[in-house]
């Protein structure tokens, strides 16, 4: 925020013509912004210093504090672009992670309604087998009861024919 306030002052003292006061105030924000790491002020110093210079007619010291000025803008902007163009990386990757994730969420719900089809596959087969078992054991008991009353119906009808002629000669 000095950096800044110094060169508003240099800015006013070049604005009044007063070209040594402004040189003096723009080394002074120059120094603050240096020492104080903010490298966005450069740019605007850069270009005063150059103003400043043209105005006094050094032409070759405005030529380099203007391509100071540009080279500087050009890095500030390559290191915006760079910015940016993490920032969209970094988006790019997230979206093409959440895709990934929403994808194997999906394969996950598809894994997960196979496996239920098949639970109930095998229970419907289960319970179609029981019945099966069950109505093949009750036919075959039924029919074994069906053959051991038959049985016992010929073995009532063979001790009456035996018993019928026994009871004629005794009577």
């Known amino acids: 925020a000095r950096a800044q306030s110094y ?12 070209y040594g006061k402004a040189l003096d105030y723009n080394d002074k924000s120059m120094q603050l912004a240096i020492e104080m790491g903010q490298p966005t002020v450069f740019g605007g110093i850069y270009e ?15 030529l380099e504090f ?13 290191k915006r672009q760079k910015a940016e163009l993490d920032q969209l990386l970094t988006q790019y990757e997230t979206e093409k992670k959440i895709q ?10 598809i894994k997960d309604l196979q496996i239920n089809q098949q639970r109930t596959l095998l229970l419907s087969s289960s319970f179609v ?8 054991y009750f036919f075959y008991r039924q029919k074994r009861l069906i053959t051991l009353q038959k049985q016992m119906m010929l073995e009532r009808n063979l001790l009456r024919t035996q018993m019928n002629p026994h009871f004629i000669f005794n009577a």
């Open 7 to 18: 060169y508003v002052i240099a800015k006013s003292a070049y604005g009044m013509k007063q």
């Open 48 to 62: 005063l210093y150059s103003d400043i210079y043209a105005a006094q007619g050094d032409f070759k010291a405005s």
């Open 66 to 78: 203007f391509k100071k000025m540009h080279f500087h803008d050009d890095s500030l902007s390559t």
């Open 100 to 109: 990934e994730i929403q994808s194997l969420s999906q394969q996950n719900e």
């Open 129 to 136: 087998f029981l019945l099966i078992v069950g109505g093949v």
